[in-house]
Structure formats: C-alpha cells, structure tokens
C-alpha cells in the first residue's frame, strides 16, 4: 500500500513471522526491534510487534513486524494476524531439520489466511554452523510456493 502526505511518499509494509516454538523469531524480531540479541528469550505468548521506519533511496519504509508464537495453542490467536499481510516469514532453526518440514504446515495458515502475502523462507541461527544442504532448503521452499530462501543468525548479525 503506498501513501502520500506532506513529507512525501512512503510505502507500509506488514510482516508476519511464523514457525515452531524456539527457532529465534523473537531474537529476529528484538534484533531488528533494539539492534542486538539477547540471550535469554522467554516464549512469546500470542503476538508481539513493532513499528520501524527506514529511508531507502529518499522514501519512507515502514515497516509493521509481527513476532507470532510458535505454540500450537496460540495458533487460532495468531491467524488473525496474518490477514492483509504484505509477507510472511517462515522462520525456522538451521540446528533442527523438523522446524524445516514443518514449515509445510505452517504454510497451509498462510494460504488460508494471506494467500497473496509474499512468502519466504529464513534459516535461523547459522551462526551454530548445522546448515542443511541446499537443496533441501529450496525443495521445501519449492513445495510451499516461495522463491526465497535465507539464512541468517540473530545473535552475530550474519
């Protein structure tokens, strides 16, 4: 969605992060959120988000981050989030190929609830050095309709 006011353009954008409990989501979102990661992270209980804005070439990104719990309990709540989302983040731990395939399912929420949200894929915690190969990564990328696929870790800045 695009806005116009006295400042000039800007552009907002909602993302979504999605995934199994313990993959770092909330270290993704407290690192983009404060700038550094902390340690300690607690579960998230329902949903947290934030608001930050960027200049990128001259106009205004804002940015609406969503960090969604990642306990099957609060899946109903969470759901709710993903509707007129921009994108999701499907987040899962490089250190664990189960957080990996069930991002299978977790893709079955977004195309019911955001099914023209962008979606990709994002590999936490390189910095462990677990990587799984490639190909694996893009295969399953492949099967739940992203183009995307990246690895990352909220603790180094990789």
Avoid at 28 to 41: E, H, I, M, P, S
Avoid at 46 to 70: E, P, Q, R, Y
Avoid at 104 to 115: E, G, M, Q, R, S
């Amino acid at each position: 969605m695009t806005t116009k006011n006295s400042c000039g353009s800007h552009l907002i954008f909602k993302i979504v992060m999605i995934g199994d409990a313990g993959v770092g989501k909330s270290s993704l979102f407290f690192r983009v959120r404060d700038g550094q990661f902390y340690g300690d992270n607690m579960s998230t209980i329902g949903v947290d988000s934030l608001s930050k804005t960027f200049s990128v070439d001259n106009v205004k990104v804002k940015i609406i981050l969503i960090d969604t719990a990642g306990i099957e309990r609060f899946q109903t709540l969470t759901s709710g989030f993903y509707r007129n989302s921009h994108a999701v983040f499907l987040v899962f731990s490089v250190d664990n190929p189960v957080t990996l395939s069930n991002l299978i399912v977790w893709n079955k929420d977004v195309c019911k609830f955001a099914p023209e949200a962008l979606r990709f894929v994002i590999g936490n915690k390189h910095d462990l050095h677990c990587g799984l190969p490639k190909q694996t990564l893009e295969q399953v990328a492949y099967t739940i309709g992203c183009e995307c696929v990246f690895t990352t870790s909220a603790k180094t800045e990789y």
